[in-house]
């Protein structure tokens, strides 16, 4: 979560969106985080560059679709140390934003949680970790059957935990539940252990988004504090993990 980390660590953010609304909302997200310092915004891309020469920016909120000049065409002439995260209401753009570095995505309308996570990410990489810790792994994915032939891909960084009820496998992200056509076994021995634990035979977790483990249960980050039942098979392994 970001108040785990020092508010000493702060990014002086700029906002460029040509709808005032998402500006003013960006804005607003951006106060309520001690790490964030906002320096400037603006509605018009083509002030970007004067903004750029006039402030030190660390850390870039960027819409795509634009008048004038679209985010892409603002992302080829910000600094490669500036860290961006784009924002759209497009949901089909994912790969294309990490193509050209970005740290991450947020499609419109976005919640404090999802843009606290954004940050969180930019935190993880400006200190050269990895979201769960582990090396080389901020931008690993995996590739899932949502149906006879469609294939989606998913970020590790973004799954907070799977679940299988009567042979339905659901893949909890930050963006929303996506239902796969794979086994929980499956999924298990594609994902890279280190990363996630199986908590019961029906529920696998990422180990980041945990925030505490009780005898029969872990209990989720975020707001919602989603509870999740540990099985017994399975205890000795979690409290191995989470000595008490």
Known sequence: MINEYSIKQVFNCMVVDDEQA????VKNYIS???????????TNPEEVPVLLERHKIDLLFLDI?????????VRRIVEP????????ADNRLGSEVFDVDG???LVKPFTFDRFSKAVERVINRS???QYSGEADDLDAVISVKTGKSKKDIIELVDIDYIT???????IHTINGVITVDHTLSELMQRLSSPRFIQVS???IVARNRIATVQAKCVILKGKNKTVLSVGAKFKANVQALYPS
């Not at 679709?65 to 065409?73: E, N, S």
């Not at 140390?81 to 759209?88: A, G, P, T, Y």
């Open 65 to 73: 679709h634009m008048k004038g000049k679209d985010g892409w065409a």
């Open 22 to 25: 998402s500006v003013t909302i």
């Open 164 to 170: 299988t009820n009567y042979k339905r496998v659901q």
């Open 32 to 42: 309520a985080i001690p790490n964030l310092n906002l320096v400037c915004s603006t």
């Open 81 to 88: 140390d500036i860290h961006v995260v784009f924002c759209s």
């Open 201 to 203: 035979k029906s529920t």
């Open 103 to 105: 740290v991450d995505y």
């Open 127 to 129: 200190n050269g970790l």
